[in-house]
Structure formats: C-alpha cells, structure tokens
C-alpha cells in the first residue's frame, strides 16, 4: 500500500503541484532550466522545422573527407585490429599535417593541433612529416634524449 507523499520513505515520487516550501521553489537547478526555457519559448517555436543551420568550422567534414581520401587509397582492413592500426596511424598524420596553399589563409602551413593552440615545434614528429630538417631533427631528438636523462 503507497503512503501519500511525504507521509514515509515507501513513497519518493514528488507531484508537480506548487512548490512546498519557498527555497523548493528556487532550489531547483531543473526547475531554473524549465523557467528559462519557457520564457524563451517565443522565439524557440518559429526554430521547430527550419532548415537554416549554424555555421562551423567544418574540423568534423575536413576530418572525414581526409579520411575517406585514406581508406579509398588504402581498401579494406584483414581484422579489427589491423584497422585500429591503420587509423591510428592515420590520427598521429592527420593531426600532425600541415594544411595547403589552398586552405583559408589562417591554416595555411598550420596543422590541426597549430589551429587548436598547441605548439608543436618542438616535435620532431611534426617536422619529419612537414619540413624535414636533418640537422633541426638531431638537435630535438638530442634535447628530447637530454631531457628524458
């Protein structure tokens, strides 16, 4: 048998009727959310159906596109863990390679992880698969040796 609400510990469920006390009125962090969303209700409604589509920096379609280019050269993985080789592979390229002349001016010569902030210079990943430099590879992987000793 369900006690009435709030008269034991059989019965947790809360109605949606007022509020029981003043800070249950505004304690609530989802009932802040429902208020803001109703009140923003006017301008959500016309949204409902429209084809009009926030602008990105489309990292997510360059990203497949170059993977796609990379299976089709590649084919068909044997077996799960030779794919998971190949696109591992393909990441630690990926994120080190450098964009074209054809890129927009601000990633032209930068790769991925250079247009999200990072500063690979001191990778010597990133200069062998850039801008090979015999002796600027000798030199980070002697500091890279020096370091790590």
């Known amino acids: 048998m369900a006690t009435p ?15 029981r ?42 990203f497949l596109g ?7 050269a590649k084919g068909p993985f044997q077996n799960p863990a030779s794919a998971q080789k190949h696109v591992d592979l393909f990441m630690l390229g990926y994120v080190f390679e450098t964009f074209s002349a054809e890129a927009a001016a601000e990633r032209q010569g930068r790769c991925p992880l250079q247009v999200a902030g990072y500063d690979v210079e001191a990778i010597p990943l990133f200069h062998v ?21």
Do not use: C, M
């Open 129 to 149: 698969l850039n801008r090979p430099n015999p002796s600027r590879l000798r030199h980070a992987i002697a500091a890279g040796y020096a370091l790590a000793a």
């Open 5 to 19: 609400e709030g008269d034991g510990p059989t019965n947790s469920r809360r109605s949606f009727g007022p509020p």
């Open 66 to 72: 170059a993977f796609d280019r990379f299976y089709r």
């Open 21 to 62: 006390s003043e800070s249950e009125a505004h304690g609530s962090p989802a009932q802040a959310v429902v208020t803001r969303l109703l009140a923003k209700l006017p301008q959500l409604l016309p949204a409902v159906g429209s084809t009009w589509r926030p602008t990105t920096s489309n990292a997510a379609e360059r």
